[in-house]
């Protein structure tokens, strides 16, 4: 961290009333300027997961004295059903949630218009994006309702009996994603909305000419050029996916007997809930999430150092 | 533009596409509309099971009037507010100063710093969770609304960092020479020369961040609890477990919850975008 | 005049009365410097009374200063392990049995067992002295306690021609005639599964018996044991019957009690605390009643589930006499007579030489636990049983409540995870 770009050469014919600092200022700026958010962020991100990496080989309530155990919380996780649903969930959660991209890719292929009011149609549509989690999260819950939910009411008029979608122990998952995919396809047309404006209108014409039309049009001419907005979808889709827990805790709390659980939610409730005492074993959860990530972490780095070297 | 603009398609598609606006939008938009016609409900709709039929009397008043006079539901608000608006300046204040380094300096570890604030901000929370929770208790921030604050700063900054140095890399590098060459000083030239062309991008970032923070829910029930120090989207919960089964309560409780972002973003919606969609053009 | 003096005299008989009580074996110097107390009470109704309280302590003792502090109930749950470890209290709220087992182990609860030697709480205290004594010690005080049982629709029952059943089968007959009549028997919202531990802990208590079911909360017990499928065998009669409303792993127990409010249900087994909420909605007291859950096998003793709420001094707490002696306070029979009464928190009283309060719902659990209770009473499953056992096995029996037929999987879940927690 401390590798500071090699000092000027101390200039001896320099005057000397020119401090160190004058003399080093474009060595030195950087650092002082940098100096906050690093500390900030050594201190609460990049220290913290040291931590939860040596928390996760404890046995420890929280309460009383750590003890060390090694891998067993490791060893607990692989015969952990419970683990083991959350961790399918995940992948479920991970593989459905990209349908927020070609679906906010069609709502913004729809609105691309310039009809009047189209701008206030693409600020209602972007709309659920802006309401937080937790209230998606109620409005969703009371959009399934199986007594007066907006849902079952809607299959009433066409014969169809209730569905209890999130009282249903393989349905719930799916139920709480589409109310993840909401706001998350609202992001993902607004990004491709912004990626349409700058298509080059040359490049559309030169296809035109060439016949191009309709959907031919759109895979071989538009998505290349809306790769960047499509990288950055993708992106905030995984990140989000595996983020997910706002909207469980608040839908389902877990259930129906913790069949809606994924890895975050999982950890919460065994390190913090009312009945979880067990740090260490959450720890190890969190670290096994952290794991999947740093995956795709280490795509994305690798794909924006491509990027910067390109510059 | 694509796909081909209405203008140029016939009449009849027009009309229909005229037509489908709306009902998109109603369908798209239909949970939430349950939600608003449910708050301006009188209970007793509920109770006779009329849910979907039209509003026996009309309360909206007095809904939200018991929303904001007989439950903690200000409190929460205000602290949503105490928390947001610190947050907000404090991480764009860290990151206009990390991103102005980054962006500006050429220097060993550059990079990897970046890299650093980038891969920081993509870590899922949980990991942090344990440790981030004992370090406010021994900094005996448990429970306030500085420890929430102190902690966003810093987990906000990652993501600022790497949107402001974006920005400032695509400045004009021989204004920055051109000072230099006049022997200003560099915290002046961050100060006069670059901060004044980062205005748009501080703006963006903030409103953001506001969105992101007030929308927190995670951190609020890990770092927080109860009304003195945490903010609604935590408050929306005990709220509702106050008047759990007033679906007219809670619906508007929920309403006034999320409304000001929605109204931060109705306000702010240029910046708004511009920020979220940074990167997505080239 | 005569009658100024005797109102005088009566008014220092009372204060008399209660600051003995709070004084009983005390004669230190009084109470000074802060008394920090935290409290769980948060609905605005319970609030008030513990304030009331807390203020008549802090008038009987001027040279103390309180500070009170009233968390959310449900975050208070969590919370507490923050503020015992970190920045302790004098005085907190808690609950009975093992639900304060995690803290007494850590050496988070101070040991009030002397206060228990005192004959004024040995003496009126002694019923629920089992519930705060973890290895032979006590670690706090009770102070209110409610009954459980089956609340019922007074009213439908006479429609349909019922009377409260003495026997478990009778319970089925009236079930059986409240499904013909269209209805559903029983409400319950099970999103937060405590309250199917009401459930399995009254079929348990029935058909095993208290000691039984205090065995199996203590892992002596596995849960594959037969006796306990019995439990569960009894349990799938009524669910095989559809005797329980549809779709309650979606509900919270608030969301369940409109169903009994509009009579699509007709019984709901639950505490008292449900009784002021359903007298909210309408149902007055010709409307409501209430049975004690009937026996299955007459050799088997009653026993009943009476949660207790408590009162503890933090290991870390700083002013330890004042603190005993705000926990004498509580516990004496005028102030138990007082907060627990119908205009403060309708519960029962924890000292017998406390008055129960007229109400027909407390005369009846009060009556109920006294008299016809002798197996024993046990707190609450989730107080019973060890933390991590209570959330497993909840989850368990939501399962089984919704698919009964998991039941095999479900019992050896739970012997999974019990050979880990009593290891």
Known sequence: MSTTSPALPVDQYEPPRRSFYKRNEIAITPWLFLAPAILFFLFYVIFPIYQSFSVSLYDWDGLSEPTYVGLENYRELMDDSAFEVSLWNNLKWLVLYLLAIPV???????????????????????????????????????????????????????????????????????????????????????????????VDPEQIEAGRLDGAKGFRMLWYIIIPQLKPATFIAFVVTIIGAL????????????????????????????????????????????????????????????????????? | MFPTPIEKSPRSWQLTYQALLPIALIFWLAPLIAVAVFSIKPDVDFTQGNYWGV????????????????????????????????????????????????????????????????????????????????????????????????FHV??????????????????????????????????????????????????????????????????????????????????????????????????????????????????MQKHFIAGLTLGAVK | MRTMKYWTIAGLAVTNLMAGAAFADS??????????????????????????????????????????????????????????????????????ANRMGPYVRANLLEDVSDLWEDPEIAENLASTKGAMTIDGKQWGVPYTYYQWGMYYRKDIYEELGLSEPATFDEMKANCQAILDAGKKCYTIGTKF???????????????????????????????????????????????????FVDNHQTYSWQEALPFIVSGDAVEILIGNFAVAPLRESGLDDSKLDFYQFPPMDPSIPLAEDAPTDTFHIPAGAQNKDAARAFLKFVVSADV?????????????????????????????????????????????????????????????????????????DILNRLDKVSTRVYK
């Open chain 1, 104 to 198: 906010g890719l069609a709502i913004a292929l729809f609105l691309n218009q310039t009809v009047t009011g189209i701008r206030l149609y693409k600020s209602l549509f972007f709309f659920p994006f802006v309401i937080s989690q937790v209230v998606v999260g109620l409005v969703f819950t009371w959009f399934y309702d199986p007594t007066f939910g907006l849902l079952n009411t809607f299959l009433g008029w066409f014969g169809i009996g209730t569905i209890n979608v999130l009282g249903d122990p393989t349905l719930a998952t799916y139920g709480i994603i589409i109310a993840g995919l909401w706001p998350q396809t609202a992001y993902c047309m607004i990004l491709y909305l912004t990626g349409l404006n700058a």
């Open chain 1, 243 to 311: 983020r997910s827990f706002d909207l469980i805790s608040i839908m389902t709390n877990g259930g129906p007997f913790g069949q809606t659980r994924v890895l975050s939610f999982y950890m919460f409730e065994k390190a913090l809930s009312e009945y979880g005492f067990r740090m260490g074993y959450g720890a190890a959860i969190a670290v096994v999430l952290f794991m999947i990530m740093l995956c795709f972490i280490a795509y994305f780095l690798y794909s924006m150092y491509k990027e910067e070297k390109g510059h």
């Open chain 2, 55 to 150: 509003p026996s009397s009309f309360e909206g008043v007095a809904n939200y009037g018991k929303v904001f006079l007989e439950s903690d539901m200000p409190r929460y608000m205000l602290n949503s507010v105490f928390i947001t608006v610190p947050t907000v300046i404090g991480a764009v204040a860290l990151s206009c100063m990390a991103g102005f380094a980054l962006g500006i300096y050429r220097f060993k570890g550059n990079l990897l710093i970046f890299f650093m604030f980038v891969a920081g901000n993509f870590v899922p929370f949980q990991i942090l969770m344990v440790p981030v929770r004992d370090l406010t208790l021994d900094l005996g921030l448990y429970n306030t609304k500085t420890g929430l604050v102190l």
């Open chain 2, 154 to 267: 810093a987990f906000q900054a990652g993501f600022c960092t790497l949107f402001m140095r974006n920005f400032i890399r695509q400045l004009p590098f021989p204004l920055i020479e051109a000072a230099r060459v006049e022997g200003v000083a560099e915290w002046k030239i961050f100060w006069y020369v670059v901060l004044p062309l980062m205005k748009p991008a501080i703006a963006a970032l903030s409103v953001l961040i506001f969105t992101f923070i007030w929308n927190d829910y995670f951190w609020a029930i890990v770092l927080t609890q109860g009304p003195d120090a945490q903010p609604v989207t935590a408050g929306i919960t005990s709220f509702n477990s106050q008047f759990r089964a007033a679906y007219h309560l809670m619906s508007a409780g929920s309403i006034v919850a999320a409304l000001p972002p929605v109204a931060m973003f109705f306000l």
């Open chain 3, 27 to 96: 004669h230190s110097a009084p109470l000074s410097g802060e008394l920090k107390i935290f409290l769980d009470t948060s609905n605005p109704a319970p609030r008030a009374t513990m304030e009331k309280m807390i203020a008549d302590f802090g008038e009987m003792h001027p040279d103390l200063t309180i500070e009170t502090t009233v968390i959310d109930r449900e975050a208070y749950k969590t919370q507490i392990r923050n503020f015992l470890t970190a920045d302790s209290p004098d005085v907190a709220t808690w609950y009975a």
């Open chain 3, 193 to 243: 599964l405590w309250t199917a531990g009401g459930w399995f802990d009254y079929l348990n208590l029935r058909t095993n018996g208290f000691d039984h079911h205090m065995k199996l909360a203590a892992g002596e017990i596995k849960w594959t044991d037969d006796s306990v499928r019995q439990t569960f065998a009894n349990w799938k009669e009524l669910i095989d019957m559809g005797a």
């Open chain 3, 336 to 408: 138990q007579t007082e907060i627990n009464n119908g205009a403060n928190l309708q519960q029962l009283p924890v000292n017998a030489k406390a008055a129960v309060d007229d109400d027909k719902f407390l005369k009846e659990g009060f009556e109920m636990l006294s008299t016809n209770s002798p197996g024993g009473v046990a707190q609450f499953f989730d107080r019973d049983f060890p933390a991590e056992m209570a959330a497993e096995a909840m989850q368990g029996l939501q399962e089984f409540m919704v698919f009964p037929d998991n039941l095999d």
